[in-house]
């Protein structure tokens, strides 16, 4: 059961700082599924241990489009059980890995960007002063 239960994480900023700062991970799961197969999935298929499990019933929302010639029709998104799935202090999953690679790499970026206009910054200061003595002479 526990490798048989999908589990599609949701990929948000909330759901990015919620396991940022509460080690909390959010998925979206089937609406039959319980707190405790929801938890053994986890622990089967991620390798952690689950401390807490809390789930919500989202209902879907009503959608309107307008087809060719003006006549509108209506619709509804489908309802979402998510479950938000806390976990032990110190375990962790890589569903943000890509995300945080790529913050990880901006930053070395902007490092080198302050580098470089650090020492332009002193070679002109540099180029001044010689300039200032040429005309001191």
């Not at 909330?14 to 700062?21: I, R």
């Not at 998925?27 to 999935?41: M, P, Y």
């Not at 499990?53 to 309107?64: D, F, H, I, L, Y």
Request: net charge positive; proline share 2%.
């Amino acid at each position: 059961m526990s490798l048989s239960l999908v589990l599609k994480p949701r990929v948000s900023e909330k759901a990015y700082g919620l396991s940022q700062v509460r080690n909390t991970y959010v998925f979206d799961v089937e609406r039959a599924a319980n707190k405790h197969s929801i938890a053994r999935a986890v622990e089967a298929q991620y390798g952690v241990t689950v401390t807490e499990v809390n789930t919500v019933n989202a209902k879907g929302t009503s959608k309107r489009t307008v087809r060719k010639g003006g006549r509108p029709t209506m619709g509804r998104t489908s309802d979402v059980k998510k479950a938000y799935v806390t976990l032990k202090a110190g375990d962790s999953m890589p569903i943000f890995a890509a995300i945080e690679k790529a913050s990880a790499k901006e930053e070395k970026a902007n490092e080198q960007f302050a580098k470089a206009a650090e020492k332009a910054s002193a070679k002109e200061e540099k180029s001044a002063a010689k300039q200032a003595k040429k005309e001191n002479k």
